[in-house]
């Protein structure tokens, strides 16, 4: 039914304008056909609030500033505008494919999903994607680009390295999109990315994606759009509200039984286990593996095909233990993930909020719990400041002891050859700029500056 046929009944003009707004469909928003068919395959009828408000802009041609995180439908309210553009482009060109859209991302596993959706919602439309990113053998990737593709996702070493060695070139981009700038400043690709843009054509339609919009952001944002619509997506209720969440104050030592000990305690189906470093990730998958739990970890120093194997038995619930890093569970997307257990808190508060916010996605509540040392306490303090609450602490467990006698029991520092070899984990990632899932050392003396976000 059209909207004027709705309100012939002026009274109920208020209450009509609201149900049509509220109610909007993709096909109301002009998606054509051959998306459509592929949205209704994967169950969406209604747009989410960033698709509904960025896809009218975006099929307008005009750039988009927006302030979203992944979980809100991000990926679908570029990727489908951009879909559209090039199906209706495309119709009378021939020839071997130009790269159109040009998708940089910070992580590889951000990548892949990416490259998925467009899979996904442009199945009827004849579009091919690839995706590149680095860690991996270039080979499959430049055969891919050999043949030709409509639309690259990108991590941006990956992308500058082929362009250095000639295989991308991105003289044909209509469509860019930068997604999640702010990690991508974070992890120090602030140059790159510099250098990606300057490469782009001036006539193109630009969009830009940052869940947090400090000043360097918005500076960056500035050298990419022109004059962009803006849309800002905040969360009705922030992660730390529709989580729950509890404390477990105990000892290093006690923290690998305090885990057995939930684990086989409740019957959890998919629980993901953040660990501060890679070694602490590989530790507690042997521990478990002691006690019969089957973990696996995801981290820096695996590969690329033992991630994305980890993480589809994870996803598939073959694997009902994932121990992460940080860095590594950027992009993890498990609609059913159930419990986050901080092993080790976060040093950076904003990390637990991202931690956290793995579970109780969508409209789904989950439940995070945090194990804390006694020399964690400062980062807890920092993370009850951040999300501006007192998160419950469960007094009773049975590992209760020398929680805060802890640093009485420390060793002695050991030799410096026996001391554990941290920098080895830092040299195998050597040639990235900053490597995150070690620097909370340097983190630590730059006190980072606190933000309140999802
Ligand atoms: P994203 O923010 O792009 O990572 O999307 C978060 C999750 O929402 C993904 O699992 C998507 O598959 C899902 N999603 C995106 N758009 C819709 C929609 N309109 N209806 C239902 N689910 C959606």
Redesign the pocket.
Known sequence: MHLSSKVQNFKLLPYLCRFYILYMT?KELGIIDPILKA?EA???????PI?EQSIPILLKRKDLLGCA?????????FAIPILQHIFNDNRNTKGQRKIKALIVTPTRELAI?IGD?FTEYGKYTGIVNTVIFGGVKQGSQTSALRRGVDVLVATPGRLLDLMDQGYISLKDVQYSVLDEADHMLDMGFIHDIRRIIAKLPTKRQSLFFSATMPTSIVKLSQKMLGNPEKVTIAPKQTTAERVEQALYFVSKKNKPKLLVHLLTRNQVDSTLVFTRTKYGADKIVKALKKVDIHSEAIHGNKSQNQRQKALLNFKEGKTKVLVATDIAARGI?V?ELELVINFDLPNVAETYVHRIGRTG??AASGIAISFCDVEEKPYLKDIQKLIAQQIKVIAEHPFLNSGDNEPAEKPKRPQRSNRPRRNNDQRSDSKKKVDPENKHKRDRRRKPFIRKRD
């Open positions: 993709f949205l994967k169950g969406y009828t209604y747009p989410s698709q995180q992944t979980g809100t439908g991000k990926t679908a309210a999903q959706s997307d609609s996605r969508a």
